[in-house]
């Protein structure tokens, strides 16, 4: 991976910033970027879904207000509240959580995530109507279950999921709101500090480099991505996401192509 990341410095635009274009036709994407492991904003690849016209928070208190849903929940008492993201569940009305978004402020405290998907799939599933394939034929879909393999993230500015990379190719698209992505190469894991299954001991983006001085070697790249942008985060790539605004993503990863490596990697213990 060193020797990699060597030779890819002789590239003097190495990861200086990522594409921004519109969404190709999907055999390009997967020759340019997903086979390629390089991440890309793609614009403009969702304007056909409802949902990017009608989604908000309030939209969602409107419509299932009194559905209940569980979200991650206190997680400011932690450091590590998204490795100890089992501890920090909270079930409560969608009218509520909203709620908190449209007047508490700037918060990392509560948030539905990823991880909360499966808890809320019933409570939300009638919103995934608003949602199609993306670009055209980038996803496996099923009439029967169209929440399937998709995973949905709401709430305040100030949000953050820390630094962690992911076991398989992940398409985060935004529909409501800004976030902010800062993305390391895989490659770059000889300075990254992996201490636990997908994290980093690294408190980043507040480096110290007197305890992690390999810190120093890494290229973090950001990017913004605005309502209708969708980001491919390739397996692998080190990413933190900051909420910019209020927000609404969706992620997916049931692309039409192969995204089944998780078998090969090495559970954490304990």
Not at 189 to 205: A, G, I, K, R
């Amino acid at each position: 991976m060193a020797t990699c990341d060597h030779l890819a410095r002789l590239d003097p635009g190495y990861n200086q910033q990522l594409d921004v274009i519109d969404t190709p036709v999907f055999e390009e994407f997967i020759k340019n970027y997903y086979s390629k492991h390089k991440p890309v904003v793609l614009q403009n690849g969702i304007e056909h879904w409802p949902a990017l016209k009608k989604w908000s928070p309030q939209y969602f208190a409107e419509v299932l207000g009194t559905a209940e849903i569980q979200v991650q929940f206190d997680r400011e008492s932690d450091a590590l509240f998204e490795r100890h993201s089992d501890k920090y569940r909270k079930s409560m009305r969608m009218s509520e959580f909203v709620d908190m978004i449209e007047n508490d402020g700037e918060s990392n405290n509560y948030y539905m995530t990823a991880n909360n998907t499966q808890q809320n799939v019933d409570a939300i599933k009638s919103a995934f109507a608003d949602i199609e394939d993306f670009g055209d034929g980038y996803r496996q879909l099923f009439a029967d279950d169209p929440a399937f393999s998709t995973y949905f993230w709401m709430g305040p500015k100030g949000t953050f999921t820390p630094l962690h990379h992911d076991l398989t190719n992940n398409m985060l698209v935004q529909i409501y709101g800004r976030k902010k992505g800062t993305l390391i190469p895989a490659w770059q894991v000889p300075w990254m500090y992996n201490d636990l299954h997908v994290y980093s001991e690294v408190d980043f983006p507040n480096v110290n480099l007197k305890t992690h001085p390999l810190m120093q070697h890494v290229t973090p790249v950001e990017v913004t991505i605005a309502a209708g942008d969708a980001l491919f985060i390739p397996i692998g790539w080190w990413h933190c996401v900051e909420g910019l605004d209020k927000s609404i993503s969706i992620s997916f990863t049931n692309f039409n192509a192969p995204n089944s490596y998780a078998e090969g990697f090495k559970k954490a213990q304990g």
